[in-house]
């Protein structure tokens, strides 16, 4: 039975969703399981004339590698959806993680709707190369780091309740592990708060657009990730969006303080989504 071209769009755009998740927006110090406590960063609130792309983000290793030494474990719900971009869901899982220090990650489902096809083509991948990429087993060079970017201040913004540098990153080498884009740099504890780009090198003739966006947030004393959006066009399928969802609840076997008063029972949205 041959795979309705939907789906075959999917599995690509896909790829790319595989990608942001294991490889190619991964820092030296602050993955998907990185943040830090209050007392371990040095204030700068304001960006000193002459300051180079490279001096920011020597910092921001240094307080990584303070944060990372002191996160032991974390836990919460994700919830994995594919969309359309006027919203249609053809898709959603919502799964248990745990990360455990330094290199476990577990993955259990809680519920899926929609496609099956596509939750076993499209979303089952995303966790198994997660856990893969965490205990070692995918390796690439694909740290935020001087030796593979150049980076350039741009200046200064507002990103929430952070005030953020935000630099360019442009990669040294035409990489499909590697990204282009621009990071948002905490200038008060050298974290990131977000990134948004698109990869170094083309991954295929069938997609003719990617770009991502990741968001960091500052819970249990630690920067993790909060929401990772993909954006990909695939020829002759048109636009796909993947959207993951993390809700942590604890760090370091401390509920978090985002989680109290939530209710974690995730319910889904009152439109079925389309199977195939």
């Not at 290793?61 to 053809?90: C, D, F, M, W």
Request: hydrophobic share 40%; glycine share 8%.
């Amino acid at each position: 039975m041959p795979i309705p071209s939907i789906t075959r769009g999917l599995i690509l755009a896909s790829v790319i969703a595989v990608w942001i998740t294991t490889a190619g927006i991964r820092t030296a110090g602050q993955s998907t399981q990185n943040g830090g406590p209050s007392g371990e960063v040095t204030p700068v609130p304001v960006l000193q004339a002459g300051t180079s792309g490279d001096e920011i983000f020597a910092d921001l290793v240094k307080q990584n590698e303070l944060r990372n030494a002191q996160l032991q474990e974390y836990s919460g719900v994700r919830i994995y959806a594919v969309t359309n971009p006027q919203g249609k869901v053809h898709a959603r899982e919502i799964v248990r993680m745990e990360y455990i220090a330094p290199d476990k990650k577990t993955f259990v489902k809680i519920s899926e709707e929609g496609s099956h096809l596509i939750q076993r083509m499209v979303l089952n991948p995303l966790t198994e190369s997660e856990a893969s990429a965490a205990a070692g087993k995918e390796h690439h060079d694909s740290s935020i780091t001087p030796a593979n970017y150049t980076f350039t201040v741009l200046g200064q913004e507002e990103v929430g309740a952070h005030h953020c540098y935000v630099v360019a990153a442009l990669p040294k080498r035409e990489d499909k592990y590697l990204f282009e884009g621009k990071i948002w740099i905490d200038s008060r504890e050298f974290a990131i708060v977000r990134i948004a780009g698109h990869p170094a090198k083309k991954f295929s003739f069938w997609i003719t657009r990617a770009e991502f966006v990741r968001q960091y947030e500052r819970i249990g004393g630690f920067w993790l990730s909060v929401k990772d959006e993909t954006f990909v066009d695939v020829r002759f399928y048109g636009k796909k969006i993947l959207t993951i969802e993390h809700r942590i609840d604890t760090v370091n076997r401390v509920k978090s303080a985002a989680s109290a008063g939530q209710d974690q029972n995730v319910t889904w949205i009152s439109e079925k989504p389309k199977s195939e």
